[in-house]
């Protein structure tokens, strides 16, 4: 089916442990974006990319990076785990000419970090 | 810049009465608007969307929203709830032509429908 596929679904990590969460979309959207969601809030702007090669910083970038080599897949690294890095992540997508519909979010990943 | 604000954190009501939900926004330029609801342990499903068409926008499951420029609101509304629309609902404004799509996300709202 065609979406978005995030990778895992859930995760427990030790604090300082390092891990990739991954993003894929089969639709040739060259807009994607890195989200994470708090308890009770709502979803804040980590990184997003606006085609292959090209990303920027969201909102709340720090302790975290990205990668976009292909039109495919857009990962999220984190480097040193944090307790505060806890949270469910949400990837999304959309095509320039298709954004004021809307995006194609992923189902999630909810992250722990002990 | 952009920002939205939902004014209610959460709203109860009893099955088969009206829904009202609501949400303010500022924007810079021209937004795209946006609901989207959230169930429980589930990712976000788009209910209806805004993009300078009709102001009275119609989305799925019997919910719509007014785009209403002069007091900068959006809210959504149904005429009658059902079980099934307990869930979380988030207002989004989004800079489509300006902001490369970046989206803005209210803090959410709590739907409970009591039986």
């Known amino acids: 089916n065609a979406g978005v596929t995030q990778t895992p679904k859930f995760r427990i990590l030790k604090i300082g442990q390092s891990m990739t969460l991954q993003c894929t979309q089969d639709?040739?959207?060259?807009?994607m974006y890195w989200y994470r969601q708090d308890p009770g809030m709502g979803l804040k702007l980590i990184y997003y990319s606006v085609g292959a090669g090209i990303t920027d910083k969201g909102e709340v970038p720090n302790g975290y990076n990205v990668s976009r080599s292909t039109t495919e897949d857009f990962p999220l690294r984190l480097e040193l785990a944090a307790p505060s890095q806890t949270s469910v992540y949400f990837c999304?997508?959309?095509?320039?000419?298709?954004?004021?519909?809307?995006?194609?979010f992923g189902s999630g990943t909810r992250l722990t970090v002990v | 810049a952009q920002s939205v604000t939902q004014l209610d954190s959460h709203v109860s009501v009893s099955e088969g009465t009206p829904v009202l939900l609501r949400c303010n926004y500022s924007s810079s330029y021209s937004p795209s608007l946006f609901w989207y609801v959230q169930h429980p342990n589930k990712g976000l499903q788009l209910l209806l969307k805004y993009t300078s068409a009709a102001t009275l926008v119609k989305g799925i499951n019997g919910f719509e929203a007014e785009f209403k420029k002069s007091e900068t609101s959006f809210h959504l509304t149904k005429p009658s709830a059902h079980m099934s629309d307990a869930a979380e609902y988030f207002c989004?404004?989004?800079?489509?032509?300006?902001?490369?799509?970046?989206?803005?996300f209210g803090d959410g709202t709590t739907l409970t429908v009591k039986p």
């Open positions: 999304a997508s959309s095509s320039r000419q298709e954004i004021r519909w809307g995006y194609t």
């Open positions: 989004v404004v989004s800079g489509v032509n300006t902001n490369a799509g970046k989206s803005t």
């Open positions: 639709m040739n959207h060259n807009y």
